[in-house]
């Protein structure tokens, strides 16, 4: 049994690094239903109930001074990539699609909880406010989310669960619907955004040990004065200083994202395996109480996908939007910048800038649109 940190921050680094690395080698067809980040939670979990380590003083110390560290350290991290001025030169036809579709998914996520609260009370309206930050950013929004409200970890790992089994679902239909695309957009009266011309995202060089060196330390400089300013502004029932912290750090990556400092390579890379690892942390101190409740949490999610697609199509027919800026933008929203340019490769090579850049727009917004959406959650929820 492990009694002391290091021991225990080393597991952790080895199981977050082991599943990735796993599927980069292999490719084993599991994950893509159950993604590496979400069998990395399961592990540890797992191994947590196990009794692996015990839970004692300086262990539980180490997870909160992590978590509380590195969740806004990794939010800087993620905003260093978004280059505001790249996204608004797409043009306003893409982004009224990207607006669109956060549109749709606020009234999916208000309509379905409103369908399911009386299964939802008292805090188990959490995951459903959690994944919404995920499907307009990605998993780091979702954490964020989780931190900024309080929520559990096992209800952290019905957000997990959701997320990626509804997501790989719809993945499946956005590659599918593609030969759909001319009797679609002869429905909305749109044409095609096959032969939109953007300009290739910028390769930012490799990733050097000095840059992870840097944006280490920039990034928990950061953190450290976001912590300290948030503790000096006003709090409230779902404004804690947790949640000023988290929003400063995110609006610090963006302020640096237009500074030369964005221009040192590294950053994406550092913010995904401080993305893994801090999952991995936080599954170290749940169990699997709860999860019998994922049936319902997975209809939830189902529901949340339904009732978007067919928002997005009413809206598609009324401004005259054509199939591919609509996969592209749900995707964006639903799958993050890993799978966006993938599914805009196989609509049109042209469109994988718009993927990638539609995608980093999500990320900016994702914790603010997870926190509005637990603010409507918590206002409407049943005792």
């Given at each position: 049994m492990i009694q002391t940190v290091w021991p225990f921050v080393g597991l952790m680094l080895v199981v977050a690094g082991m599943f990735p690395a796993l599927e980069r080698r292999f490719g084993w067809r599991i994950f893509q239903v159950l993604p590496p980040i979400v069998m990395v939670y399961l592990l540890v979990t797992t191994l947590a109930?196990?009794?692996v380590w015990q839970v004692n003083a300086p262990i539980k110390a180490a997870q909160s001074l992590l978590v509380g560290h590195l969740v806004p350290a990794l939010l800087f991290l993620l905003m260093i990539n978004c280059d505001l001025r790249a996204i608004f030169r797409l043009g306003p036809r893409v982004l009224a699609v990207f607006a669109c579709t956060t549109l749709s998914l606020f009234v999916a996520f208000l309509a379905?909880?409103?369908i399911y609260r009386h299964w939802l009370r008292g805090d188990d309206w959490h995951p459903l406010a959690a994944l919404s930050g995920s499907w307009v950013g990605g998993t780091a929004n979702m954490i964020g989310v989780k931190q900024a409200i309080g929520m559990s970890d096992p209800h952290l790992a019905m957000s997990l669960l959701t997320d990626a089994i509804c997501y790989s679902m719809w993945v499946v239909v956005l590659f599918s619907v593609a030969r759909l695309a001319p009797a679609f957009n002869r429905w909305t009266r749109a044409r095609?955004?096959?032969d939109l011309q953007v300009a290739e995202v910028a390769a930012t060089g490799p990733t050097t040990p000095e840059n992870v060196l840097l944006w280490l330390g920039v990034a928990l400089l950061v953190t450290a004065l976001a912590r300290l300013l948030g503790g000096m502004l006003p709090?409230?029932?779902?404004?804690?200083?947790?949640?000023w912290t988290i929003l400063l750090a995110t609006g610090a990556g963006l302020v640096v994202a237009h500074t030369p400092l964005a221009r040192f390579p590294g950053a994406g890379s550092i913010s995904g395996a401080m993305l893994?690892?801090?999952?991995?942390?936080?599954a170290s101190q749940s169990n699997f109480h709860g999860l019998g409740e994922a049936p319902l949490y997975l209809l939830c999610g189902v529901t949340v996908i339904v009732l978007h697609a067919l928002v997005l199509m009413v809206l598609a027919r009324l401004f005259h939007f054509d199939l591919y800026l609509c996969g592209i933008a749900s995707l964006a929203h639903i799958g993050g910048v890993a799978a966006a340019p993938v599914l805009a490769a196989s609509y049109s090579r042209a469109l994988v800038p718009v993927g990638i850049l539609l995608a980093l727009l999500g990320y900016i917004l994702g914790t603010g649109f997870g926190l509005?959406?637990?603010?409507?959650?918590?206002?409407?929820?049943?005792?």
């Open positions: 109930i196990a009794g379905t909880f409103m095609s955004s096959g709090a409230s029932a779902m404004v804690s200083a947790t949640t893994i690892f801090v999952v991995a942390v936080l509005l959406m637990a603010s409507l959650m918590a206002s409407l929820a049943l005792p």
